[in-house]
């Protein structure tokens, strides 16, 4: 087969990658088009120093760094000199054996060494500045440019074309225009790099991303070598590499540097800016101070070069959903290329990506966060924070983007926000006027941060009494149209009677699991679903019928999850809604008033108490909270916060979809639907020591090898002790099991224990 007419703007490294993958598939009539000479472009895979750490937080990112690595060792285009990370810091030391935990939990090894191991294998380190290292052997250089031409090569053998001195100046159905041509297209790919937000104006696409300088020096001779591993010392934001007897150094230790496209330099490399001496000053101090070598060093030429930045620093992959049959391949480093290409390759081809992109998809962001102001300002926050999680920053001024009705209600209440990242929505995390515990627990640093002890007493009165949680920020759909569309796109029956509510999966067009949801029938033709964010949204929007209509109502309404055993006693004088347990079952919803508030009422639980979600439209908000606030006073009813509702959601062994699962994620072996033996399950864990909780995506093991990860973590406060969710081979899940979790440079001892850990005969749901 030869496919549709593929034509891909931009001929760096992720557009030969692309090639080739799309080629290697059958998609052959691919068309690469160039704004400036093949292969060293002008781009900044032209200038790109090409350093490789395999090692990310995100199980994706590590496995698109891992198949670029194999990948470009394959074509001879890449030298695994390893890596070092070096520490110079308590704090930073820390981070290092986190990091070796998170390539354990991925598979990329790496060793932790003392200070004296790290300065040998990198001799110009001065010893005494460091605490220690990790290194990864696997790690090194990608040759950028000899990579993206490997590929082409192999693509252009299948039948691709590769177009230098094109530029795009007009993209519309059917045709892409350049200034010397004009190209028929089935599908247009965007993989221009920095130039992709103006590629995306050309197609009526936002493509959100910033283009900021960066700075790159290199030195006289120093004494180094080609065969030295990468440096990387991230309590400065400086990196090194060799280029023969001298140095290379990159520098994010500067101000953030946006670049506006018009103020680019003109001629073959319009991505390197002229350097900046002056913002170097810092950096250079910094590195001699590691490298006291470099004392006597002179820098000999330098750049500050142009690179794309995201608001939440992960690539943008996928398809437009307002212009269909344009994808883009935009904001990913050499680091990432092949791997990016790879998953893109096969999301077109076949419909659906082996690895899961939620954390990359175009789609992911709410409207709010397409918006210049909030692009600009969260791609420099991505910039300095750019692998660096240790230090904090000053808060950003775009916050309260989404704030719910309760919003004033909370800030009296001394609540502390978070935000959520799939949707911009400021969430209470805890609320400063509810008293924390006599005597709490404590707690080491790390499981203390973004945590406070009145979490404690907030997952404890929800657990006696009766407790206000804001549910606003769950994406809620109102679907209109005969049943057959949801139907045809879940793994249940959601044909049920009006009143009733399911749970079940919405799957993909090859069958494949998208997410979770939750289908709650209003009438006969229309139902609200509480759905996991823009890219749920998405996908219905794409395979909607013109005799079904899908509204995103969450802006319009607001919601209050009403649970503890005390919910009937706040709820039933206010209602006109019979809340009695044989009139209200669990899995049902009414609708009536609260008061004078009209609200739809859906009888679920995600703390594991007898409750309600009651939502309401957002002009009402205010009244419905002042309702529920009053009658609250008398059953001793307060509002609590996210890491309440973490803490009482694990103890009831409610699996979060993009946390304890994702879609590469077998159904059946997260327990969420029956079937076949599975291999490998989701397991609920017990730790032995309760000063220490898991922060997410740790390592597990079992007989000191690594058998899992870690998908998420609380303190239990009705169990009394650290809860953690991990996948682990099947022969391990059987409760009694002791594994360990590898935390920083310590082994927590962990139990595997039958679930759910609280109320197992869910005797207090049904009350």
Same mark, same amino acid.
């Given at each position: 087969m030869t496919g549709p007419k593929v034509v891909i703007i931009g001929a760096g490294i992720v557009g030969c990658a692309l090639a080739d993958e799309l080629t290697a598939r059958g998609w052959t009539d691919v068309t690469v088009l160039e704004r400036g000479p093949l292969f060293v472009t002008g781009g900044s895979s032209s200038h790109a120093p090409g350093l490789v750490f395999q090692t990310n937080p995100s199980r994706t990112m590590a496995r698109m760094a891992r198949y670029t690595v194999e990948k470009y060792v394959a074509l001879d285009c890449f030298r695994p000199v390893g890596s070092l990370e070096v520490a110079t810091t308590p704090e930073r030391l820390a981070e290092l054996h986190r990091r070796f935990g998170f390539g354990q939990s991925w598979g990329i090894a790496s060793t932790i060494l003392d200070p004296a191991t790290?300065?040998?294998?990198?001799? =110009?380190?001065?010893? %005494?500045?460091?605490?220690?290292?990790?290194?990864?052997?696997?790690?090194? #250089?990608?040759? /950028?440019?000899?990579?993206?031409?490997?590929?082409?090569?192999?693509?252009?053998?299948?039948?691709?074309?590769?177009?230098?001195?094109?530029e795009v100046i007009e993209i519309s159905p059917g045709r892409v225009r350049t200034t010397n041509d004009v190209y028929r297209s089935d599908v247009v790919v965007s993989c221009a790099g920095f130039w992709g937000p103006r590629i995306g104006e050309l197609a009526g696409v936002t493509i959100p991303l910033l283009p900021m300088a960066h700075q790159y020096v290199r030195t006289n001779?120093?004494?180094?070598?080609?065969?030295?591993?990468?440096?990387?010392?991230?309590?400065?934001? =400086?990196?090194?590499?060799?280029?023969?007897?001298?140095?290379?150094?990159?520098? *994010?230790?500067?101000?953030? +540097?946006?670049?506006? #496209?018009?103020? #680019?330099?003109?001629?073959?490399?319009?991505? +390197?800016?002229?350097?900046?001496?002056?913002?170097?000053?810092?950096? &250079?101090?910094?590195?001699?101070?590691l490298l006291p070598g470099l004392a006597d060093a002179e820098i000999v030429d330098g750049f500050n070069g142009v690179f794309s930045f995201t608001a939440d620093g992960f690539p943008l992959l996928g398809e437009s959903r307002e212009v269909p049959g344009f994808w883009t391949a935009e904001a990913i480093w050499v680091t990432h290329s092949a791997g990016a290409a790879r998953a893109l390759a096969e999301w077109m081809v076949t419909g659906r990506p082996a690895l899961d992109l939620h954390e990359c998809d175009l789609n992911r962001f709410d409207r709010a966060q397409l918006a210049p102001a909030y692009v600009r300002e969260r791609s420099v926050r991505s910039f300095v924070e750019v692998y660096d999680i240790v230090h904090p920053l000053d808060p950003p001024s775009v916050r309260n983007v989404r704030v719910s009705p309760f919003h004033a209600r909370q800030v009296e209440l001394g609540a502390v926000f978070g935000e959520t990242a799939a949707s911009g929505w400021e969430r209470p995390l805890w609320y400063a006027t509810n008293p924390p515990p006599q005597a709490p627990r404590p707690r080491d640093e790390w499981s203390s941060r973004h945590w406070s002890p009145i979490a404690e007493t907030e997952a404890r009165i929800t657990?006696?009494?009766?407790?206000?949680?804001?549910?606003?920020?769950?994406?809620?759909?109102?679907?209109?149209?005969?049943?057959?569309?949801?139907?045809?796109?879940? @793994?249940?029956?959601?044909?049920?009677?009006?009143?009733?509510?399911?749970?079940?999966?919405?799957?993909?067009?090859?069958g494949g699991v998208r997410s979770d949801i939750t289908v709650a029938r209003l009438a006969e033709d229309r139902w609200q679903v509480?759905?996991?964010?823009?890219?749920?949204?998405?996908?219905?929007?794409?395979?909607?019928?013109?005799?079904?209509?899908?509204?995103?109502?969450?802006?319009?309404?607001?919601?209050?999850?009403? &649970?503890?055993?005390?919910?009937? %006693?706040?709820?039933?004088?206010?209602?006109? $809604?019979?809340? @009695?347990?044989e009139a209200f079952r669990y899995f049902q919803c009414r609708q009536g008033f609260i008061g004078t508030v009209p609200v739809t +009422?859906?009888?679920?639980?995600?703390?594991?108490?007898?409750?309600?979600? $009651? *939502?309401?439209?957002? %002009?009402?908000?205010?009244?419905? &909270?002042?309702?529920?606030? /009053?009658?609250?006073?008398?059953?001793?009813?307060?509002?609590?916060?996210?890491?309440?509702?973490? @803490?009482?959601?694990?103890?009831?062994?409610?699996? /979060? &979809?993009?946390? %304890?699962?994702?879609a590469e994620d077998d159904p059946y072996q997260a327990g969420l639907a029956t079937g076949p033996e599975p291999d490998r399950r989701l397991t609920c864990l017990v730790l032995a020591d309760?000063?220490?909780?898991?922060?997410?995506?740790?390592?597990?093991?079992?007989?000191?090898? /690594?058998?899992?990860?870690?998908?998420?973590?609380?303190f239990g406060h009705t169990v009394g002790a650290p809860?953690?969710?991990?996948?682990?081979?099947?022969?391990?899940?059987?409760?009694?099991?002791?594994?360990?979790?590898?935390?920083?440079?310590?082994? #927590?001892?962990?139990t595997v224990a039958a679930e759910p850990l609280f109320d197992p005969l869910h005797e207090r749901l049904r009350s």
């Open positions: 790290t300065a040998g294998m990198f001799p =110009l380190v001065d010893k %005494d500045r460091i605490l220690g290292g990790l290194h990864v052997p696997s790690d090194g #250089l990608a040759l /950028a440019v000899a990579a993206g031409q490997a590929q082409a090569a192999r693509a252009i053998e299948r039948g691709a074309r590769f177009i230098p001195h094109e001779d120093t004494g180094a070598h080609d065969n030295l591993p990468i440096l990387r010392h991230q309590d400065r934001d =400086l990196y090194f590499r060799a280029h023969g007897e001298a140095l290379g150094i990159g520098s *994010y230790l500067h101000e953030p +540097m946006p670049v506006d #496209l018009a103020d #680019l330099p003109g001629g073959d490399h319009p991505s +390197m800016m002229p350097f900046t001496p002056d913002k170097f000053l810092e950096s &250079w101090a910094a590195a001699t101070d657990r006696e009494r009766v407790a206000m949680y804001d549910m606003t920020p769950l994406t809620r759909l109102e679907v209109t149209g005969p049943v057959s569309f949801l139907q045809g796109l879940t @793994s249940g029956n959601v044909d049920r009677k009006v009143g009733r509510v399911v749970y079940t999966l919405m799957l993909d067009q090859a509480g759905v996991n964010g823009p890219l749920d949204l998405d996908w219905l929007l794409r395979h909607a019928p013109d005799d079904v209509r899908v509204t995103d109502i969450t802006g319009g309404t607001c919601g209050i999850g009403l &649970w503890g055993p005390l919910a009937r %006693d706040v709820v039933a004088p206010l209602t006109d $809604i019979d809340v @009695s347990p +009422m859906l009888r679920l639980s995600y703390v594991g108490e007898l409750g309600w979600e $009651i *939502y309401a439209r957002a %002009d009402h908000g205010l009244k419905l &909270w002042d309702t529920l606030w /009053a009658a609250g006073r008398g059953p001793g009813m307060i509002a609590a916060g996210r890491a309440a509702f973490q @803490s009482l959601r694990l103890e009831k062994g409610y699996r /979060a &979809w993009g946390v %304890d699962m994702t309760v000063g220490a909780v898991p922060v997410g995506r740790e390592p597990v093991y079992a007989d000191g090898t /690594a058998v899992g990860h870690v998908t998420s973590a609380a809860i953690a969710y991990a996948w682990l081979p099947a022969g391990l899940s059987v409760p009694g099991t002791e594994v360990e979790i590898g935390y920083f440079d310590r082994r #927590l001892t962990a």
